[in-house]
């Protein structure tokens, strides 16, 4: 949950953006999951089985949640079965939030969360069947550098799947969700929350992002290949899938 300097708003003036993200997130970890139903009316959960279900024909055994949050799209992960889903994030209270969530749907055998920054992934090469994120890659801070560690950890043949907000294109969708992003959010994200910084950037990191085709062209950049897009629910958000090819060099 890191920003790019390069497709990103600033967030502060002290701290440097991955800390103020780490930190922006801590401070809404206790609301996340109460803000998420809310927001987004409950199809945050309908857009999370889509994920996985992209997932579905690769039959992953180990499966990677990078900006894991609070453990919802790792939890929705086990519906494929897999031996093992581990969960990385650099905010510390999502984590523990995550693992209270784990601990009382005893699935700790089966998902084990930790610190881990999307841009140095602690773990060694082609250890991942899969990898997952939901949400999460508008906030890296180096987006080519997360993309490419993604890449590193993922076995030749592994399946990436993008879950992320996008910009919808056609009338009247597109003024709709602009008024709802510009005023209603940052309203009911600062009244449950009491963060007031939180609502207003999560817009404006929508707003800069490089969605659709452009997204696209930043996973073939990373090494991805067979990489495709599909929209969700008017464009408000999008699925993105790239495949690491069977003869990986790196």
């Not at 180096?142 to 590193?152: D, F, N, P, T, V």
């Not at 950890?153 to 510009?182: C, H, M, N, T």
């Amino acid at each position: 949950m890191a920003v790019s300097t390069k497709h990103q708003p600033p967030v502060g003036e002290v701290k440097g953006k991955k800390e103020q993200i780490a930190a922006m997130f801590d401070a809404i970890a206790p609301r996340y999951d109460l803000l998420n139903r809310v927001l987004s009316a409950g199809i945050d959960r309908i857009w999370r089985k889509k994920a996985v279900s992209w997932l579905a024909e690769h039959k992953p055994r180990r499966i990677l949640d990078i900006a894991t949050g609070t453990g919802d799209l790792a939890i929705e992960a086990l519906r494929l079965n897999p031996e093992k889903v581990v969960g990385v994030d650099i905010a510390d209270e999502m984590l523990n939030r995550g693992r209270e969530k784990l601990k009382r749907l005893q699935l700790e055998e089966k998902i084990a969360l930790q610190r881990g920054d999307a841009e140095r992934l602690p773990f060694s090469d082609s250890q991942f069947d899969a990898a997952i994120v939901a949400f999460g890659v508008r906030n890296f801070e180096a987006l080519q550098k997360g993309l490419s560690e993604i890449y590193r950890v993922l076995k030749p043949d592994g399946a990436f799947v993008v879950l992320e907000f996008s910009r919808p294109v056609r009338f009247p969708i597109k003024q709709l969700y602009g008024f709802y992003g510009r005023f209603v959010l940052p309203l009911i994200g600062r009244l449950l929350s009491k963060n007031r910084g939180a609502y207003t950037y999560l817009p404006e990191s929508i707003s800069v992002f490089p969605d659709g085709e452009a997204f696209l062209n930043e996973l073939r950049e990373a090494g991805f290949e067979d990489v495709r897009e599909r929209r969700l629910t008017f464009g408000i958000a999008s699925l993105y899938k790239g495949r690491v090819p069977k003869n990986k060099r790196r």
